[in-house]
């Protein structure tokens, strides 16, 4: 599947003549080639692979005259060519890279004010919830949490202080859909920021710039990175006024991604049209085996039609990613629990987006920090397991889930 991302730029991006010469000539790139093509060829050696630079400081050619670095908090090469590829791949103007992706919506929050209002969806990632909870509120910086996948519900939550709307889309772990361009529209005009966490999404199944949002963050540690083996975030700002502000942000705060992850995260993103297409495929054919065995109350997957946004996102996703969840018809966290306990090839573990299959039990671990009652207002009940699913066979997969079920149904 082909789809716009900005191909215009893509000559300025890549320095070396040689490489310049040969990649102009290809034309409205599939995914699959942008992503590896786009990663420049080092312009001093012709490195295909991008040199890690594992600097503290440049040496200056004269006092404040330097060749574009001169300190890694503030800037390094390998980081460069990691925010470089984020932007042209969200579509936006300038991107940060974070030690974290908790790291990288700390950047956004410290663009707000004492007295500022944020409203934010309610099934909020749990890390995203504690920060705005236990540190930006008594900061002053006010929170409300509504269902953003209902228009009016926005509508009225806006007032003269609103100055940011937070959205996943899909959420972390009931995978509700928000119609990103209709909000944008509702906040056109209102001097108020559209921040969208595309991390279940990734740019490949996704852009949110495109669809209006002004900021968008990702947790790079999962399918950016797409190996479970490093933790990093991504800030994408659509202006380049906005980005500088982050980008200043971070160099005051110096949540900086080393270029060790830098690297790690330039690597993954080569392989992420072709892992998420297969993320999303297999996602597809165990969120249909889920729906129809008898354990299973409800399924939660933006690909099945059953699904409450399900038209929403087909109209702003390419794919639907590879995460899924569902609870239990009698919603017993005990026999929840034995399940994720059960099954061989899905881990039992928090995080998602790798090769590997990992399975977990939000109530018990990522939501654990949010109140049962708000828990359950935003469909996160004691038995809802939450699959990220890996790369493995389907068939194995779900034969797997299949004895797990099978296993516990018998006790
Ligand atoms: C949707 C979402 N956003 C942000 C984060 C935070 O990212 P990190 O763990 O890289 O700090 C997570 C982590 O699970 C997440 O699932």
Known sequence: MAFSVGYSDLDCLLSSNSTKTKTK???????????????????????????????????????????????????????????????????????????????????????????????????????????????????????????TADLSTIAQAINSKTKLIWLESPTNPTLKISDIQAISNVIKDKNILLCVDNTFASPIAQKPIELGADLVIHSATKYLGGHSDLIAGIVVSNTKELGEKIHFNQNASGGILGPFESWLVIRGIETLPLRIQQHSNTAQQIAEYLSQHPLVKNVYYPGLKQHKNHEIAQKQMRLFGGIISFDLVNDQARQALQIVQSTKLFKLAESLGGAKSLLCLPSEMTHKSIPRETRYQSGITDSLIRLSVGLEHPEDLIADLASAFHFNNKK
Not at 54 to 73: E, L, W
Not at 128 to 137: D, E, G, I, M, N
């Open 25 to 147: 000539t290809i034309k409205n790139m599939h995914n699959e080639t942008f992503c590896i093509q786009q990663i420049p060829v080092d312009p001093l050696t012709g490195s295909i692979s991008t040199p890690i630079y594992a600097t503290s400081t440049f040496v200056q050619d004269a006092p404040g005259v330097n060749r574009g670095y001169d300190y890694s908090r503030t800037n390094n090469p390998t980081r460069k060519v990691l925010e470089d590829l984020m932007s042209q791949l969200e579509g936006g103007a300038q991107s940060s890279a974070f030690a974290s992706g908790l790291a990288a919506i700390d950047a956004v929050i410290k663009l707000l004010s004492v007295g500022d209002e944020v409203i934010a969806v309610n099934d909020i990632y749990g890390g995203a919830y504690r920060l705005f909870t236990h540190v930006y509120t008594k900061l002053g910086i006010n929170f409300k949490y509504v269902d």
